[in-house]
């Protein structure tokens, strides 16, 4: 997956969370949020190019939407600085 397909996705899903909203007449968004998950082979292998940069762009585009994260990892490729990214954006490994 690309960083455009992955910011294809998060649109689709604001997209869909608010076509919902709007066709059933809710006026509150999920008080748990929503997920995304990473996973299949080594998701950590994408740190940089997919995991970081999308999860930047679900907080900076979609401010107001609380979305969850999760990372399906073996744990080898983790550092203190990814492990400091994920506990300060509702990351789950």
Same mark, same amino acid.
């Given at each position: %997956?690309?960083? /455009?397909?992955? !910011?294809?996705?998060?649109?689709?899903?604001?997209?869909?969370? %608010?076509?919902?909203? =709007?066709?059933?007449?809710?006026?509150?968004?999920?008080?748990?949020?929503?997920?995304?998950?990473?996973?299949?082979?080594?998701? #950590?292998? +994408?740190?940089?190019?997919?995991?970081?940069?999308?999860? $930047?762009? +679900? =907080? $900076? !585009?979609?401010? /107001?939407?609380?979305?969850?994260?999760?990372?399906?990892?073996?744990?080898?490729? #983790?550092? /203190?600085? !990814?492990? $400091?990214?994920?506990?300060?954006?509702?990351?789950?490994?």
């Amino acid at each position: %997956m690309t960083f /455009e397909i992955a !910011k294809q996705a998060v649109d689709q899903l604001y997209y869909n969370i %608010m076509k919902i909203k =709007k066709d059933f007449n809710i006026d509150h968004l999920s008080h748990n949020g929503y997920s995304i998950f990473f996973f299949g082979g080594e998701p #950590l292998l +994408c740190y940089d190019s997919i995991i970081k940069p999308t999860i $930047e762009y +679900c =907080k $900076e !585009k979609y401010p /107001e939407i609380f979305f969850n994260y999760n990372v399906t990892t073996n744990g080898t490729l #983790l550092t /203190e600085d !990814k492990i $400091e990214f994920f506990t300060n954006n509702n990351v789950v490994l």
